[in-house]
Nanobody, 115 residues
Framework: VQLQASGGGLVQAGGSLRLSCAAS????????MAWYRQPPGKERELLGT????YTHYADSVKGRFTISGTTNTLWLQMNSLNAEDTAVYYC?????????????WGQGTLVTVSS
């Protein structure tokens, strides 16, 4: 199973960015997907989890970030970005296959917000 995250880059404060994450490979079912981020020098934090068509958001991003997805793809729409949103953004997926159920991580995509 591979997770490919993309869409990161440099954006000015107040701007928007849309990240995507696609799961590929041989598996039976993607049970849930989620977005995390890790700001420089800080711990990784959960932004939101998408499961059964619903998204559960962390309080820190409610109203500015929107997570949506299909069966194997997850998007993160980020609006009104500020310098504190600078981070490496990761997606993960809880995936079931013939081998069992495991959590997989994407490689991360860097978002830099310039003030």
């Amino acid at each position: 199973v591979q997770l490919q995250a993309s869409g990161g880059g440099l954006v000015q404060a107040g701007g928007s960015l849309r990240l995507s994450c696609a799961a590929s490979g041989s598996f039976l079912r993607v049970n849930s997907m989620a977005w995390y981020r890790q700001p420089p020098g800080k711990e990784r934090e959960l932004l939101g989890t998408h499961i059964d068509g619903y998204t559960h958001y962390a309080d820190s991003v409610k109203g500015r970030f929107t997570i949506s997805g299909t069966t194997n793809t997850l998007w993160l729409q980020m609006n009104s970005l500020n310098a504190e949103d600078t981070a490496v953004y990761y997606c993960n997926a809880d995936v079931s296959g013939a081998w069992g159920t495991f959590v997989y991580w994407g490689q991360g995509t860097l978002v830099t917000v310039s003030s």
